[in-house]
């Protein structure tokens, strides 16, 4: 079962999973699927694994943990990604429990620095207090490179050449652009939109 990292050294081809949430429609759909890319560090694709999550709910950390958890890469991950820290809309995940779940730790990556406090004022205006709580509990963000990340089961120092390994072909490291553009495809027919 793998461990909760601490160490200072990365290895090249480190096993991370990058994940990300497919479209959806807001006005129509109550589920959305979420890809996982299992990527040997910023290079090769191993696998795929998917799950699905309620649109606005909050199942997103259960669900996640058990598609890891299920997986028969569980055992070789030694990071997981996650293309901000709500997928489905407004489903957060609890990236502390995520990580003591399944003893992987949990890098969340952003594009943009986030603008918390607008989120915390829609989730408020929607009585999801519980949400607003696990948006605070997140910890803080940090820059690193062009990106800004949350971390939880490891330090920044090592969660930094994480994301130095994995960003081989754009700034967004390579799982998550991964997962994607594998999500874009699936709904689409083919990947739209920036990755």
Same mark, same amino acid.
């Given at each position: 079962?793998? !461990?909760?990292?601490?160490? $200072?050294?990365?290895?090249k +081809? @480190? %096993?991370?999973?990058?994940? &990300? ?15 996982g ?5 910023g ?14 709910g ?7 943990t !058990?598609m890891?958890?299920? $997986?028969?890469?569980?055992? +070789? @991950? %030694?990071?997981?990604?996650? &293309? ?5 809309g ?9 990580n ?33 709580s ?19 089961g ?8 994480i ?6 072909h754009?700034?967004i ?20 939109g920036?990755?």
């Amino acid at each position: 079962m793998p !461990e909760t990292s601490t160490c $200072s050294m990365v290895k090249k +081809q @480190i %096993r991370v999973l990058g994940i &990300d949430d497919a479209h959806f429609d807001k006005f129509k759909d109550k589920e959305t699927l979420i890809i996982g890319a299992f990527f040997r560090g910023g290079e090769f694709i191993d696998g795929i694994v998917s799950t699905r999550v309620m649109v606005d709910g909050s199942d997103s950390t259960k669900k996640i943990t !058990e598609m890891v958890k299920n $997986s028969k890469f569980y055992p +070789q @991950i %030694r990071a997981i990604m996650l &293309d901000g820290i709500a997928v489905g809309g407004l489903n957060i995940v609890d990236i502390q429990r995520l990580n003591k779940a399944t003893k992987i730790p949990v890098i969340v990556v952003m594009r943009k620095y986030p603008h918390i406090s607008e989120m915390e004022n829609a989730l408020a205006k929607i009585s999801q207090k519980t949400k607003v709580s696990l948006l605070r509990k997140a910890g803080s963000i940090h820059k690193a490179g062009s990106i800004f990340i949350q971390v939880s089961g490891t330090d920044l120092e090592n969660a930094k050449q994480i994301i130095r390994i994995t960003c081989t072909h754009s700034l967004i490291p390579e799982p998550i652009r991964a997962a994607h553009l594998i999500a874009g495809g699936i709904i689409f027919g083919e990947s739209r939109g920036k990755a």
